[in-house]
């Protein structure tokens, strides 16, 4: 009887392990099945002429092409056999139609998105478009299904999802450009909702110190100065909500920016200008860009451009031309306006320069995974969506430049072409994208400075407070011209710098507004650096890129041990005292004191602003800290040194009590988080997590699709802007005409798939600062791309 019992479950046992190994077969024959072709010939309707395209062991994609519409189709191709899923995300993000792929978990989202009717803005601006950039767009539509059709399977995301991917459309490329505003500008007018809403119920002078025009991390290249305000007579207002709230989502500081600069000729070693870029944004797998070089024939010359690529777009944002170089970072300019309608009695009108007019209403209809579509009205005035309402009830609409014509095209391609400084500034200023710091060096030496992308031009108001335009006093007068863009060319000191804060002031400052600059204390390293030094090659400036030292830190480790450490009675006082003193000075892998004080700074901000965020989410539950929070820096740190009695936080009775419980609660939150905190190292706490989108929600998936957790160097207030999930997208570091002693870093992967031979490939180099170059290395892959019947 046992031995048959024994059979059977060895049998069973045998059966399972046989399907358990069928099915992990047939999962990795479907994998490989999507993978995308890297050698031999295709075949593809529409193309004129035979179109190369090689990859190196990075996954770097060579095109090499007669035309720039034979490239386009190309380009088209690779994307949508590499990246299609990604490509699928940023356009459902833009047009509010991810509930599609996620069903309801997405649909407020969806909801939220819809109001800005970017898919029906993106079909009528191709209509009006250039009927030559009509035609590139068509023709990367075309590659893109064209390379859909060749993979012998859906991408294994689609699998997860049980869908089939939806062909791309020609209006899918500006929904791309949409997504990107979503990123990089704020689509609710919540920066001057809660600015006007702290003006309101603030007093003057408190007002004013806590919205300082300045402060002293500033470093604009223009060298003007923005003073910081005086310490206020007037204490926080008293609130009845008493409850403790986080001040933003992200309380660790992990925000998004980017840097650039720029050194001229007569200061590196070639008489070529030098480049340097490294844009910041979330991280995924695979990392929103794609590395990749053009090779084509324009206007009688062959035409060469090596950088990065955007997935859904077949344009190179970023790279050098041998002539020009470019980078851009986020202006944080003021780009929108809420403005304050006024209704009449019905409530079914709003008032206008023209007179009371009705709302205009619009239908959108919203496809749900697994439910019944849904169909909301937007509500529309002649300048644009009703977003929210003011706290008293009244519509809010909003004016965005993304709504408007200029607001999206495929002028950007112009730098392909441009051969100097001054001719990419006047491609920058009729690009249709998110106004961008655009940050140029050409091989005759010249650097420069402008704005790329739309700018209105207001009138009667400060851009920076809800107003009402329904007397015609206040509004827009429509967009600059070329001619009246702020820029700076070849100044006397040859050297450049951004780095998302003020980049000028005067006049200049004026035509861009605040948007809510960043803390200038990443661009006031930047400039340190590179007033530091009189000859710069390509690693001196990587190494600029890379510098992680804890300058904007650096007082409050001295404050903690002068000023809060001698008053504590915490147990483990002389624990974190050592730590201190023996810190590195840098966001280092290994440091502990870097992260007991950013974390004890951070946790003092939040104690130190509770009264205001209670006082103003009693007013209205759509007050925003982030959007507000970024020069409050400076008034945080006159409060702490000064300690003024009357600004004391109501939880407290003294700033040293105050102390304390940030020291003592920071502390504790490490425990409860990672364990004991003596064990801890930031490296540890900023640990790598990059995660592919669908990771999180599907077991096991991310043994395959994630970057290692590994020590990571860099923060938020330093040139290294390294968090775990944020960070550097691309390191460019390039003098045009030497492109082969350029240095690029890119994390995550150029691959979209796990299972490709270059899935993760340069990784390590980005997190680590290894130099690696910008051109691509000996071809691993060869594909031929080739008309039909050719």
């Keep these: 009887m046992l031995s048959t019992t024994s059979r059977i479950l060895k049998i069973t046992f045998l059966g399972l392990l046989s399907l358990i190994l069928l099915v992990l077969l047939g999962t990795y024959l479907l994998l490989r099945a999507s993978l995308p072709q890297l050698d031999g010939q295709q075949s593809l309707p529409n193309l004129q002429q035979e179109v190369t395209v090689t990859r190196d062991e990075g996954g770097m994609a060579v095109f090499t092409a007669q035309n720039r519409l034979d490239l386009a189709r190309a380009v088209g191709f690779v994307h949508g056999q590499e990246r299609f899923f990604q490509m699928d995300l940023l356009r459902r993000n833009s047009a509010g139609e991810l509930s599609a792929l996620f069903g309801e978990a997405a649909i407020n989202r969806d909801k939220e998105i819809r109001l800005h009717r970017f898919r029906d803005r993106a079909e009528r601006i191709l209509a009006t478009m250039p009927e030559e950039h009509q035609k590139i767009i068509q023709a990367y539509t075309e590659g893109v299904n064209q390379g859909l059709e060749q993979l012998g399977a859906r991408s294994f995301e689609y699998y997860l999802l049980s869908l089939e991917p939806t062909k791309w459309q020609p209006a899918d490329t500006m929904l791309t450009l949409y997504s990107m505003y979503l990123d990089l500008q704020h689509h609710d007018g919540r920066r001057d909702f809660s600015l006007t809403l702290m003006k309101a119920h603030l007093p003057a002078d408190l007002y004013a110190f806590l919205h300082p025009e300045g402060s002293q991390w500033d470093a604009p290249i223009d060298d003007s100065l923005r003073s910081t305000n005086p310490l206020p007579s007037s204490g926080w207002p008293s609130s009845n909500n008493q409850q403790l709230v986080m001040l933003d989502n992200h309380p660790e500081d992990r925000t998004i920016g980017s840097n650039n600069w ?144 200029q607001g999206a095209n495929l002028n950007l391609i112009g730098l392909e072409l441009a051969e100097n400084v001054e001719q990419g500034a006047d491609v920058g200023a009729t690009a249709g994208m998110p106004a961008q710091n655009l940050m140029m060096a050409d091989s005759q030496g010249n650097i ?63 035509k861009i507004g605040d948007g809510g600059y960043a803390l200038g204390a990443r661009n006031q390293q930047i400039r340190d650096g590179l007033r530091n030094k009189d000859r710069f090659n390509e690693q001196d400036l990587l190494d600029i890129q890379l510098d992680d030292r804890a300058v904007f830190l650096t007082p409050w480790r001295d404050f903690m041990l002068s000023s809060v450490l001698p008053g504590s009675h915490h147990l483990q006082k002389d624990l974190v005292k050592e730590a201190l003193q023996n810190w590195t000075a840098r966001a280092s892998e290994h440091d502990l004191g870097y992260l007991l004080v950013r974390q004890f700074r951070l946790n003092l901000r939040d104690k130190v602003y509770q009264d205001l965020n209670r006082l103003m989410l009693e007013h209205s539950g759509r007050f925003n800290f982030n959007a507000v929070r970024n020069q409050m820096e400076a008034p945080l740190w006159q409060m702490v ?125 980005w997190r680590s600062g290894q130099r690696t170059g910008l051109l691509p290395g000996p071809a691993r892959y060869n594909l031929t791309l080739q008309p039909i019947g050719g």
Aim: glycine share 10%.
């Design 262 to 405: 720029a050194v001229g000729g007569a200061l590196s070693p070639y008489q070529a200008g030098i480049l340097a870029d490294d844009m910041h944004l979330g991280l995924r797998v695979p990392n929103i860009w794609f590395k990749a070089q053009f090779n084509w024939q324009q206007h009688g010359q062959t035409r060469q451009v090596t950088g990065v690529t955007l997935p859904g777009t077949p344009l190179m944002v970023v790279g050098s031309s041998g002539k020009l170089a470019w980078g851009f970072t986020n202006s944080y300019g003021d780009w929108s306006d809420l403005i304050r309608l006024k209704l009449n009695e019905a409530g079914d009108q709003y008032l206008t320069p023209a007179g009371y007019q009705p709302f205009d209403y619009v239908s959108q209809t919203i496809e749900i995974k697994g439910a019944p579509t849904q169909t909301i009205q937007v509500k529309e005035t002649i300048w644009g969506p009703v977003v929210s309402e003011d706290e008293d009830g009244t519509p809010l609409a909003l004016r965005w430049v993304a709504h408007d014509n």
């Design 448 to 510: 420069g400075w402008t704005i790329s992308g739309p700018m209105p031009i207001r009138y009667g108001f400060d851009g920076r407070y809800i107003a009402d335009w329904s007397d015609g006093s206040a509004g827009w007068s429509g967009y600059r011209s070329a001619e009246d863009y702020p820029k700076v060319i070849n100044p006397t000191e040859h050297r450049l710098w951004t780095a998302n804060s003020r980049v000028v002031g005067g006049d200049m400052y004026d």
């Design 641 to 765: 040194s000064e300690q003024p009695a009357h600004l004391i936080p109501s939880d407290f009775d003294s700033w040293q009590e105050l102390f304390n419980a940030a020291l003592t609660d920071s502390l504790a939150k490490l425990d409860a988080d990672f364990g004991d905190w003596r064990t801890l190292t930031w490296g540890q706490f900023n640990a790598v997590d990059i995660r592919h989108p669908l990771s999180a929600f599907v077991p096991l998936l991310g043994n395959l699709t994630d970057m290692p957790k590994e020590l990571l160097a860099g923060d938020s207030f330093m040139p290294r802007v390294a968090q775990s999930s944020s960070g550097a997208s691309q390191r460019l570091v390039v003098a045009p005409g030497h492109e082969d002693k350029a240095i690029f870093h890119m994390p995550s992967s150029q691959a979209g798939h796990p299972l490709s031979p270059y899935f993760g490939v340069g990784h390590e180099a």
